[in-house]
Nanobody, 121 residues
Framework: QVRLVESGGGLVQAGGSLRLSCVAS????????MGWYRQAPGKQRELVAT???????NYADGVKGRFTISRDNVKNTVYLQMNSLKPEDTAVYYC???????????????WGQGTQVTVSS
């Protein structure tokens, strides 16, 4: 069972920066994709950014050029550096990992509990 724990959320003024971290722990064989999603009040959860174990990255259009995802495969940690934050970035940010528990098992999605990011205008 894999456990994802996010940290780094908080309250920041527009134009400011935050760095989110997510650590994967527990018993698993490997992780391929790790990423960040967010959910604002009254809206569906949406992709923010993903990173594969080979460091290929993907970003939502609205965060390109402002957010950077990075990953430490040794520490099983994924980061999200968020710069030039806007009020519309306010949401609960969730970590996601595509995990294989054994070498023979299929992959499954795991989610963290979420961390609140609030950007004031």
């Amino acid at each position: 069972q894999v456990r994802l724990v996010e940290s780094g959320g908080g309250l920041v003024q527009a134009g400011g920066s935050l760095r989110l971290s997510c650590v994967a722990s527990g018993r698993f064989f490997d992780i391929n994709v790790m990423g960040w999603y967010r959910q604002a009040p009254g809206k569906q959860r949406e992709l923010v950014a993903t990173s594969t174990s080979g460091s290929s990255t993907n970003y939502a259009d609205g965060v390109k050029g402002r957010f950077t995802i990075s990953r430490d495969n040794v520490k099983n940690t994924v980061y999200l550096q968020m710069n030039s934050l806007k009020p519309e970035d306010t949401a609960v940010y969730y970590c996601n990992a595509d995990v294989r528990t054994t070498a023979w098992s299929s992959r499954s999605n795991s989610w963290g509990q979420g961390t609140q990011v609030t950007v004031s205008s």
